[in-house]
C-alpha cells in the first residue's frame, strides 16, 4: 500500500517531442506528489509538484496531471530537449517522507 | 546558500568492514532524512531526524546500520559489518521544521556511492 508505480523504466524521445512519465499509488493518505530530476553524479532535484486537491499544474515546458479518483498521476514535458535527458522519479509524500517510484531514464535524441 | 553536503561521494570497503558516512545538511533545517537507491530499484526511505531526535526509523534495514545526528547539526550513518546488498547510492535531504511544504526546501545531496566488495 505504500508503494508508487511507475512506468516505462526508460523512454527515448526525439528533440520537440512529448515525454510521458507515468505514476500510480495506492496509499489514500498520501499528501504531496512531487517529481525529481536526477542528473548522474547528483542528488535529485525538486522539478515540479502537485497537491491531491490540483488536477494540473504547469510550469515551463513540465505539466503534471493529477487524477485522484484513479489514484494516478503523470509527468508531460513539451518540447523535449536533450538538456532534459536525466532519470525522472515520481514520489509520494506521507509525514514528511517520501515514497519514491523506480524511476524512468529518460534520453532526448537530438 | 550552501547545499547539503555529503562524504565521501563514493566508498569501496570489503565485506565485515565498517564504512560512516555523513552528511551536513542546509544551515537551519532541523529535519534530516537519509534513502538509499539499490541499483536500478527505487530510492527507499531509512529514517527521518528532527534535530537530534529519530522520528521515523521505519526504513533502517537491521541493525548493522546505526544512525545518529548529535547536536541537531551533521548526521553520521555507519554500516557495521558491511554486506554485499548494502551496496547502493545513500542520499540524504534536509528540509525546515514545519509542515512538509515544496517551498520549505526539500533537498538531498548528492550521495555516497557504496560499494561493498
Known amino acids: 500500500q505504500q508503494q508508487v508505480k511507475q512506468s516505462p523504466q526508460s523512454l527515448i524521445v526525439q528533440k520537440g517531442g512529448i515525454s510521458i512519465i507515468n505514476c500510480a499509488y495506492e496509499?489514500?493518505?498520501?499528501?504531496?506528489f512531487p517529481w525529481y530530476q536526477q542528473f548522474p553524479g547528483k542528488g535529485p532535484a525538486l522539478l515540479i509538484a502537485?497537491?491531491?486537491?490540483?488536477s494540473e499544474k504547469k510550469e515551463g515546458r513540465f505539466t503534471i496531471s493529477f487524477n485522484k479518483s484513479a489514484k494516478q498521476f503523470s509527468l508531460h514535458i513539451m518540447d523535449s530537449q536533450p538538456g532534459d535527458s536525466a532519470t525522472y522519479f515520481c514520489?509520494?509524500?506521507?509525514?514528511?517522507?517520501?515514497?519514491f517510484g523506480q524511476g524512468t531514464e529518460l534520453s532526448v535524441k537530438p | 546558500e550552501a547545499g547539503v553536503t555529503q562524504f565521501p561521494s563514493h566508498s569501496v570497503i570489503e565485506k565485515g568492514q565498517t564504512v560512516t558516512l555523513r552528511c551536513d545538511p542546509i544551515?537551519?533545517?532541523?529535519?534530516l532524512y537519509w534513502y538509499r537507491r539499490v541499483m536500478g530499484k527505487e530510492i527507499k526511505f531509512l529514517l527521518h531526524?528532527?534535530?537530534?531526535?529519530?522520528?521515523?526509523e521505519s526504513g533502517m534495514p537491521n541493525n548493522r546500520f546505526l544512525a545518529e545526528r548529535t547536536g541537531g547539526t551533521y548526521s553520521t550513518l555507519k554500516v557495521q559489518p558491511a554486506e554485499l546488498e548494502d551496496s547502493g547510492v545513500y542520499f540524504c535531504?534536509?528540509?525546515?521544521?514545519?509542515?512538509?511544504?515544496?517551498?520549505?526546501?526539500?533537498?538531498f545531496g548528492s550521495g555516497t556511492r557504496l560499494t561493498v566488495v
Open positions: 496509499n489514500t493518505a498520501f499528501d504531496y
Open positions: 531526524f528532527v534535530k537530534e531526535s529519530k522520528q521515523d
Open positions: 502537485i497537491r491531491p486537491d490540483v
Open positions: 535531504a534536509s528540509s525546515q521544521v514545519g509542515l512538509f511544504r515544496p517551498t520549505y526546501g526539500y533537498t
Open positions: 514520489a509520494a509524500s506521507i509525514g514528511g517522507k517520501l515514497i
Open positions: 544551515s537551519g533545517h532541523d529535519n
